[in-house]
């Protein structure tokens, strides 16, 4: 069983910066590309940024220039630095992992609240 556990989210005024952590723990063999998803009341799920483990970034047009992905394989944990923040950016994120233990699997947290006050 393999869990992703995000945490740094919260409530900030516009213009404001947060840093998202999420950890993947359990019977991990490999972590292939980890990336963070958003979704906010009434609109569908949609990719913020991806990384893969050899480290090359991808960004949605929305967030580039902004927002900053990152990972530490030795930590099995990938990061989100978030600045210059956007009432637009209110959403839930959630962290995605492709992880493989006996077999490859896309796996998904909890998700965080991120609030930007306008």
């Known amino acids: 069983q393999v869990q992703l556990v995000e945490s740094g989210g919260g409530l900030v005024q516009t213009g404001g910066s947060l840093r998202l952590s999420c950890v993947a723990s359990?019977?991990?063999?490999?972590?292939?590309?980890m990336g963070w998803y958003r979704q906010a009341p009434g609109k569908q799920r949609e990719l913020v940024a991806d990384?893969?483990?050899?480290?090359?970034?991808s960004y949605a047009d929305s967030v580039k220039g902004r927002f900053t992905i990152s990972r530490d394989n030795a930590k099995n944990t990938v990061y989100l630095q978030m600045n210059s923040l956007k009432p637009e950016d209110t959403a839930v994120y959630y962290c995605?992992?492709?992880?493989?233990?006996?077999?490859?699997?896309?796996?998904w947290g909890q998700g965080t609240q991120v609030t930007v006050s306008s």
């Open positions: 995605n992992a492709n992880v493989l233990t006996k077999t490859w699997y896309n796996y």
């Open positions: 359990g019977n991990i063999l490999r972590i292939g590309t």
């Open positions: 990384i893969t483990s050899g480290l090359i970034p």
